[in-house]
């Protein structure tokens, strides 16, 4: 293959010997690309749609949807004027490019993208499942106070809500809205769906995969049944799909070809190829391809788990297990030779892997959001003829370029409001009870409450026991005035800045007490914190207050938060700043 890329390149040399010096600049063939790579911008045209904090539409609005859609605009326009400004040929978006799939917010994105191209670079994008036929653009795209369209507020604004060829609202279908964007001059396209090929430098093919439910023609009528929810759930992806049958297909046509011809392959998906921590698909399902394992297409399909190596901060080793099918999804896509994924969809900048016994392997660039905090762009850089692959991640200066956007503020607020986050309708009476029970409950209080429940004691009479019993299990580094000031709400705010910033290990806030905290989560038996949960009620007269539904809800998630977490705060894989062989997998940080 190398002595392939050597003989092309002294043919074009001799080819252009006679050329003058100009022409040979605009002739020769690219050696290094750099390619930068923004992720869920979902921009919402504030002046036409409108938005004032502190209105109650507004405030509506963000409380459901916890991303600085005020500031969206700026915060990409910050992104796009970085990456031009350093020298990228190419910029890639991966999917989730609007609010809701508004109108006007599609118009401004594609004018502002359509000012880059004019300045000479290439823009990539694909849709995500915010952009079309979008199952909350009925409440979620709405006019909002001092909109500049005159609209009625809360009434709904036009929105992309179409993958066919009747255009509603006056907005052309996807691929023709977005045409200059690597639809119009595809090396190839998928006839079902607005998948595409583009090559933006010789030498280098972007494979664009649309796999959002959301863009099948179907959609709709998809969802009109829970079967339907289960097959195809709005916000979920789908590699497997009986209605991504001919996708798939043709995406492995595109895989084999390009290997055939040389050529350098990227693919860019909105949805993840692999589980990026261990518990995803469990706790927040449909972020990964198949992820969620109820599909009836997916029942009778095998797969082996995954273990993944680690050496904790401790020095002690592992393996974390990843079990879901989402395994069978990535290990298709190695072996099909897409062995090199871009994605965005959960907000986090996290770098996964697959390698397999055969020798295929598959990576996963995850790149966070720029509306959400850390704010992120990455910066990828090229060697064609040595196929390595450089990632820089970028996550301070669009931060820094707009800091009334409060990105650390809006993940605290999401955590605070933990019911609302996890899509639970609760009435405020209900979530305070929760709070006050568990969630923002001191975690040292939980602690030694269940150490007694475990003992067979009584909380209320064996207090003093139950905490000098805790205080001669807690190791080095660990301290009762730590776990004093943590609650479920502030550990879980604190492991999600951690992930959507990437390289957890490190993150100085994740120290000892936390860790320890984790742990201890993992261990929690749920049926003693329910009846706990339960005692504390009936003392207080407050049992018919919460159901037992919600309290068994809640108390099966504390372990599985701990599961989670420890394999957030132990993920091995460099997240940031990386280098990529992109021949053998072999991956360094840098």
Known sequence: MRSRLVLSALTAALLLAGCGDDDAETKAPQSVVKIGVISDVHVFDAVKLGGVPGEPAYEEA????????LQSQALVQSALDRL????????LITGDLTKDGEQYSHEWLREAIAQVQA???????????HDMNNPYGSNGSIFLEQNTQGAEVGSIAPYMEHTDDTPRFDVPRFDRFYADFGFKDAVARDSHSFSYVSEPVPGLWVLALDLANSSLPQATSNWSTEAGRQDYPPTGGSLLAPQRAQTWAWVKTMAARAKAEGK????????????????????????????????????GLQWSP?????????????LIPYQTSSEYVSRALADAGVNLLLTGHFHANDIARRDYDNGNFLIDIQTGSTVSYPASMRQLVLDLPTKTLSVNT????????????????LVDAMADNLPAALGLEVPDSLANLLDSLL????????????????????????????????????????????LQVTTLTTLIST?????????????????????????????VKPTQLQALMTAQLTAMQLQSQVPDSVLAQFSQMVPLIGQVGYGVVNDPTPDRNVRIDLTTGTLQAQ
């Open 264 to 299: 350098v392959l990227l693919t860019m998906s909105h949805f993840g190829g692999i589980e990026h921590f261990t518990g995803q698909n469990l706790l927040i399902p449909d972020y990964v391809l198949d992820g969620a394992g109820k599909a009836s297409y997916l029942q």
């Open 439 to 482: 969630l923002k409950r001191p975690l040292w209080n939980l602690m030694c409450d269940l150490y007694l429940v475990g003992q067979g004691l009584d909380p209320q009479a064996d207090q003093a026991h139950g905490e000098a019993a805790m205080l001669a299990a807690l190791p080095s580094g660990v301290t009762q005035a730590d």
């Open 306 to 318: 995954y273990l993944e190596p680690f050496t904790a901060a401790d020095g002690s080793t592992g």
């Open 495 to 523: 492991l999600l800045k951690a992930h959507y910033a990437g390289d957890e290990g490190s993150n100085p806030a994740l120290g000892a007490s936390q860790r320890f905290a984790i742990g201890w989560l993992i261990q």
């Open 119 to 129: 300045k000479g670079v290439k823009v990539l994008l694909i849709p995500g499942n």
């Open 394 to 409: 970028d996550i301070e200066a669009v931060q820094a370029d707009v800091p009334e956007a409060d990105l650390e503020g």
């Open 62 to 69: 963000i409380g459901k949807d916890r991303k600085a859609f």
């Open 84 to 91: 031009v400004a350093a020298g990228n040929q190419v910029i």
